[in-house]
Each structure stands twice: as structure tokens, then as C-alpha cells.
């Protein structure tokens, strides 16, 4: 029986894999799992693949092809040295190179293959992919679509009938397919998509939005130096990477223009509100795919089993957001969306050779973390409402930050209350602790406050809040996370009573696009509930070592301030307040 590589062959990156022991394994090489899909030649005429070439583009675009897989199947040639390649050359190049990987990391050889292609892909396009194959001296025992290896790679063999949505945004091609899981047997019911859609476009649009404000403050334009617009461009590659994670990142590049003689150096943060507002368009476009490949297959959303996400743009929080809005189904990025395809290719090799394939395994959080905010709980103003910061089903380690924005003017402190769970009222989810972000800067509402979970892989979960103007900054740390969250968990000393909760994340175009939550909210009605709200969150750390009578309660009096809150009455705050003020202070000494 004879080793069956799977190759998942992108527009922007390119991975190998082979089943181990039973499981698909993705080839890494000096710890690398990814191969960029770029060939160069340097200066001195030799090949470049991978990221030597990547690197070289920055400097010599001119010597280097990527995305080379827009123009498969198409009557195209690229320019490389002194010859033209066509797209199928330059792409048996890099399934080469793949090839030289797997045989350094297998000591044997290799010769056949299963090779991943988009589910639009036409038969010319097909082809050519298999062309390319043969060139690099690969038998392709098979040609399979892209979502098909994803669903591989979830349960290559569930009994039960399944109906799995797959939504692969990859760096140059997106296609959304309708797949049914049967026994071992996966059917692509419908699917459609846009060959020209995915990363690459979204680069342009930031490289567009800051080359312009480069050029608003400089009046140099990076775009017209190759050099400039190349470094830009990978530059923000890496900042589309990180705003997946992070809610701001800063692009800086030293000495990329000259003003007459002086230096002129780019330093420029960005926030992921600026990023999403500018690909919104385009993943609407996607929306509207989803939709016809739904009317395509005779289904509706509720039909569907299970949402897949496929190719490393889907990461980005705003294609969550839609697709959860739009589908109201729950969204599986488990196995990593940069390599699930390759697995799945690995898997569909083993299949044919008759293994036993079982599922990927991997390591996940169980349950949403997130805090409270203040915010519309079903249409009343209250700080109970729970804003998710690591998702759950997010692999492990995951770090994952959010902004939000102080209440009220003036506002010098900000609890952070960490929760977990899946409800938007966070009476309703697990308390984990809790700590007070105290000195804030004197300024109107609106104050950005940035908060990061970094969970690893032994459960420790470490929440930190950072005031963005200032970098004043606090840390709690949990652990044993994913496998004991406890109330009794949260630190000694608690502090005062009078805490201010941020607000919900108004920076979120999926909360109102952009505007306050409580924007129209008088300052001493936000304060009131802001006190009221910390009151809650402190009551709630001892409701379980109260007696049922007291829990019943304490769990009147916060109903009695949620009422009292919605009413924005400064009285009925108070009053209310007092009493379960009285009951906490009581709680404390018992």
C-alpha cells in the first residue's frame, strides 16, 4: 500500500498532509505548516518557493509571482527571468517543493496525491490543477473539492445524515458549498462562490485606506514606488492577521519615502472598526453566495446542521458576526481554517487506501468567556449584559481582545467582571472573578479601554485591561480555566462599591454600527446604574454561600434594580440599592 499525500494547492498559502497513526498530520518543516504559494528568482537567477520568495517580493516584485491560482485553467502567461510560465508551471513548483517536504519529513518517497480545488472550480480549471501535478511528478489518484476535505476532516464517517455548510474564504477565492455527510459518503448538494473574492482584495482595501492617509499627511503617494507599495502590502498582511485576534494594531515601516531630504517613516494604528468598515461590501457579497447556494440545494438555514469555516480570512470577527446573524447556527472553527482542507485531502488519501481514519482532535475552550457590560438587555438598559471576548469551540491557546468604551464623563475607574457561559445576561452564566481598573484618565465618555483573554493550553487564563490613550493597565489571572471554573474564584479585597462598568462595545458595527449604547443616557441616571451594576456583580460572588432564603432575595432586589434602571429612576436606584447594599454587608460578616 502506498503512502497518499493530501495537498491543499492556494492562492496565498499552500500545505501538505498525511494520515499517522490514524489521524491526518499536516507537514511541518522548521516548524513551519504553511507554504506561501510565491516563486521568485533572486538576483542571481536561482528559484525561490515559499518564504524566501514572499521575502524577496517586499524588495523585488518584479522577480516574483503569487496568487498565481486566479489564473488557472486560464490562456495566461507570467514573466519569471529570462521564460513564461503558464499558471500550471509555476503552480507544479510549488506542489515540488511541497513534494521535497513531505519526503524530508516521511524519509521515503512520494508519489501520489490528492489535491484540494475550490467546488466552482470548471473542468478546464481542474485540469489544469492536475496538470500541474504531473509536472512535479505527482500521480493525482484524486481531484476533490475544498469543502468536501473540510467536512473530511470533521467526522470522515458519522452515521447520522448531516447537512454541513462550508464557507472557505481563502486568500484569493471564496466558495460557500452545501454538503450531506452520510457514513463515510460526502455529496456537495449545491455551492457557489466568486473565483476572484478572498484576502488578497482585502489587502488592497487597507493598503488603499493607509497609503491615502500616508499621503494625506506626507503628500508622498507609497503606490507609485514598487518598493513602497510592496512593503506596504505586507505590512498590512500582517495587520489584517492580527486584527483577527486583536481589537487594534499599529503598521509601522521606517525610512519607506523621502520628502526632499529628509526620511519619512510610516506609523499608523489601526483599529478593526476601520478594517471591517472597509470589507463589509464584500463579505455582503458572500452573504448573497450563501443564500443562492441554499436556494440551490432546496434548504433553509434551519435545515443546516453545522456552519464550517474554511480559509484563514474567515477568521476575521465581522464574517462571524454576519454569518451568525444570518444563519443563526452556531459556528465551528475547531479544526484550524488554515489547515483543514490539507487534513482533509490526507484523510480522503487514506480512505482510498483503506484506513481507518478517525476525527482531528483538538484541544478547545468548552464555554464562552467574556464580561458584563452596560447595555440593552431585551430592550432595558442594565450592566448585566455579557459582551464574549474567546468564543467558545475557540482551539486552544487562544488569545482574543475586545475595545470598549467608559459610561459616563469623567468616569476614574472600570470594573472587570469575568464571566463564562453562552447567555447575554450574565445572571444567567458563571462568575469567575473580577478586578477594578482604577486611575483613568478625566475624560468625556467614550474613554477606550482595551481587554485581552489569553487562555493557554493548562487552562491559565489571564485577563488584562489597558487604558488605549494612557497604557494604564491591570491583570487577573484564573486558573485551571477550561476544566474548573469556580465563583469563589475572584481575588480578595474587592474594593469599593461605587465601580463603573465599561460599556458595551460600541466599536462593534454588529451593536449599532458604532453609536454609544448609552449615548443618550444623562450622566448621573449612567452613574447610578453603573453602582448599581457593580452591587449586582458583587452580589452575585456571594450568592452561593448564602442560604436559599437570602439567594431568593438577593435575586428580588437585582430584579428590583434592572425595573428601577429601565425606569431611570435616580430614587428607586437608590433606595433598592441600600437594601442590597445592607444584605451584601450582612454576607460578608456571616
Not at 342 to 357: H, S
Request: proline share 4%; charged share 25%.
Amino acid at each position: 500500500m502506498e503512502l497518499i499525500v493530501g495537498i491543499d494547492l492556494g492562492t496565498t498559502n499552500s500545505e501538505i498532509a498525511v494520515i499517522r497513526d490514524g489521524r491526518p498530520e499536516v507537514i511541518r518543516i522548521d516548524g513551519e505548516a504553511i507554504l506561501p504559494s510565491i516563486v521568485g528568482l533572486d538576483s542571481e537567477g536561482r528559484l525561490l518557493v515559499g518564504t524566501p520568495a514572499r521575502n524577496q517580493w517586499v524588495l523585488a516584485p518584479e522577480r516574483t509571482v503569487r496568487s498565481i491560482k486566479r489564473k488557472m485553467g486560464e490562456d495566461y502567461k507570467v514573466r519569471l527571468g529570462d521564460r513564461d510560465y503558464a499558471p500550471q508551471e509555476i503552480s507544479a513548483i510549488i506542489l515540488g517543493r511541497l513534494k521535497e517536504r513531505a519526503e524530508q519529513f516521511l524519509g521515503q518517497p512520494v508519489r501520489k496525491a490528492v489535491i484540494t480545488v475550490p467546488a466552482f472550480f470548471n473542468e478546464v480549471q481542474r485540469e489544469a490543477t492536475r496538470e500541474a501535478g504531473e509536472l512535479a511528478g505527482l500521480e493525482v489518484v484524486r481531484i476533490i473539492n475544498e469543502p468536501t476535505a473540510a467536512a473530511l476532516t470533521y467526522d470522515p464517517a458519522t452515521e447520522n445524515l448531516e447537512r454541513l455548510l462550508v464557507y472557505d474564504l481563502g486568500g484569493g477565492t471564496f466558495d460557500v458549498s452545501i454538503v450531506q455527510v452520510e457514513r463515510g459518503v460526502v455529496e456537495v448538494l449545491a455551492s457557489h462562490g466568486n473565483t476572484h473574492l478572498g484576502g488578497d482584495d482585502f489587502d488592497e482595501l487597507l493598503l488603499t485606506y493607509v497609503c491615502d492617509k500616508f499621503e494625506k499627511e506626507h503628500k508622498v503617494d507609497l503606490r507609485k514606488s514598487p518598493v513602497g507599495k510592496s512593503r506596504v502590502l505586507g505590512a498590512v498582511e500582517e495587520a489584517k492577521k492580527i486584527l483577527s485576534a486583536e481589537a487594534v494594531t499599529t503598521i509601522q515601516e521606517e525610512f519607506i519615502a523621502k520628502s526632499g531630504s529628509a526620511a519619512l517613516h510610516l506609523d499608523l494604528e489601526i483599529e478593526r472598526v476601520e478594517y471591517e468598515a472597509l470589507i463589509e461590501p464584500l463579505l455582503a457579497k458572500t452573504l448573497i453566495c450563501v443564500d443562492q447556494a441554499l436556494d440551490d440545494a432546496h434548504l433553509n438555514a434551519q435545515q443546516i446542521d453545522k456552519v464550517i469555516l474554511v480559509g484563514g480570512a474567515s477568521r476575521t470577527p465581522l464574517v462571524h458576526r454576519l454569518l451568525e446573524g444570518r444563519l443563526g447556527r452556531e459556528l465551528h472553527t475547531e479544526v484550524d481554517p488554515d489547515l483543514c482542507v490539507a487534513m482533509g485531502a490526507a484523510v480522503q488519501g487514506g480512505l482510498i487506501n483503506g484506513i481507518d481514519v478517525g476525527q482531528v482532535l483538538v484541544d478547545i475552550t468548552p464555554h464562552t468567556l467574556g464580561i458584563s457590560v452596560l447595555g440593552e438587555l431585551d430592550g432595558i438598559l442594565s450592566g448585566d449584559k455579557f459582551s464574549p471576548v474567546i468564543h467558545r469551540n475557540t482551539p486552544l491557546p487562544a488569545t482574543r481582545s475586545e475595545m470598549f468604551t467608559t459610561a459616563h464623563d469623567g468616569q476614574k475607574a472600570a470594573m472587570i467582571s469575568v464571566y463564562q457561559g453562552e447567555n447575554e445576561d450574565v445572571q444567567l452564566n458563571q462568575f469567575i472573578g473580577e478586578f477594578l481598573l482604577e486611575g483613568l484618565a478625566s475624560i468625556n465618555a467614550g474613554n477606550e479601554i482595551l481587554v485581552r483573554f489569553a487562555l493557554d493550553l493548562n487552562g491559565i487564563l489571564k485577563v488584562t485591561a489597558l487604558e488605549h490613550d494612557t497604557g494604564l493597565q491591570k491583570q487577573l489571572t484564573v486558573e485551571n480555566a477550561v476544566s474548573r471554573f469556580r465563583r469563589d474564584s475572584q481575588p480578595g479585597g474587592t474594593g469599593s462599591a461605587l465601580r463603573q462598568p465599561i460599556e458595551v462595545a460600541s466599536q462593534s458595527l454588529a451593536s449599532g454600527g458604532g453609536d454609544h449604547a448609552a449615548a443618550d443616557v444623562p450622566a448621573d441616571v449612567a452613574a447610578a446604574i453603573a453602582k448599581s451594576s457593580a452591587l449586582i456583580s458583587k452580589a452575585q460572588g456571594l450568592a452561593t454561600k448564602a442560604s436559599e432564603e437570602d439567594r431568593q432575595e438577593i435575586a428580588r432586589l437585582i430584579k428590583d434594580l434592572r425595573d428601577a434602571a429601565a425606569a431611570r429612576s435616580i430614587p428607586r436606584l437608590e433606595q433598592v440599592g441600600a437594601a442590597l447594599e445592607d444584605l451584601v454587608f450582612y454576607l460578608q460578616d456571616a
